[in-house]
């Protein structure tokens, strides 16, 4: 009997999306620290749904229940999908967004608009008890801006940019981009897998 959903995170805007997005799954949906787990986990696999499994097949052993992770980036195809799975370690852990952005539009320089394609990555994993592990995956797709702009959201926020809608995802408000982000997105497709499953 599954009683529990364990998002492993520690970050609480991510698990405040979480929550709202699975609102109607008639399980508790708790974070890490709320299910007394603390684990550092190498992500060592090679896409975004490896790395979201590692993390959840992790957790699950330690928790119990049935665990959600997710994994996600920016990948910008000038730059032949780079920086990918390196997303969060692009330049080192603890380089400024503000160094690593300007990093990106100094790499791109001369590049012109239609060559500037990039997206959001986010694939979720779901581990259950019984070792069975389920992986979803959303995109939303944007282009290298110029110049940084807004100052919702995070990460790379700022120098994406969002041709239909005329502005950064940093100058969405957050409602807004969660309707249409790539984690959004993944985490419907895993809430339709898991009413699918009864849950
Ligand atoms: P994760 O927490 O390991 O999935 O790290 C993903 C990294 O990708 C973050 O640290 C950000 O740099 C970047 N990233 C993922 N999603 C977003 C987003 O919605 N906006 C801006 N940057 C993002």
Redesign the pocket.
């Known amino acids: 009997m599954i009683d529990k959903i364990v998002f492993a995170?520690g970050?609480e805007g991510?698990m405040r999306e979480v929550r709202l997005i699975l609102e109607d799954i008639s399980l508790p949906v708790l974070s890490m620290k709320e299910a007394g787990i603390e684990a550092e986990i190498e992500?060592n696999g090679k896409t975004?749904e490896e790395?979201a499994a590692i993390k959840a097949k992790a957790v699950q052993k330690l928790s119990g229940g049935l665990v959600l992770a997710?994994?996600?980036?920016?990948e910008i195809d000038y730059l032949n999908g780079e920086?990918g799975i390196y997303?969060?370690r692009?330049m080192g852990e603890d380089t400024s967004?503000r160094v690593?952005n300007q990093n990106l539009i100094d790499r791109l320089a001369g590049v012109k608009d239609e060559d500037r394609t990039a997206r959001?990555v986010?694939a979720i994993a779901a581990a259950f008890p019984n070792g069975e592990v389920l992986t979803t995956r959303g995109t939303?797709e944007g282009r290298i801006g110029y110049e940084e702009k807004g100052t919702n959201?995070?990460?790379?926020?700022p120098i994406?940019y969002l041709p239909e809608y005329g502005c950064s995802?940093?100058e969405l408000e957050p409602s807004e981009?969660n309707s249409i982000?790539?984690?959004g997105r993944a985490l419907r497709l895993m809430r339709e897998l898991l009413k699918e499953r009864g849950l």
Not at 70 to 74: F, I, K, R
Not at 153 to 157: I, S
């Open positions: 995170t970050n991510k992500e975004f790395n997710d994994d996600s980036g920016l920086p997303s969060a692009y967004y690593k959001f986010c939303i959201g995070f990460g790379y926020d994406f995802t940093a981009k982000s790539h984690r």
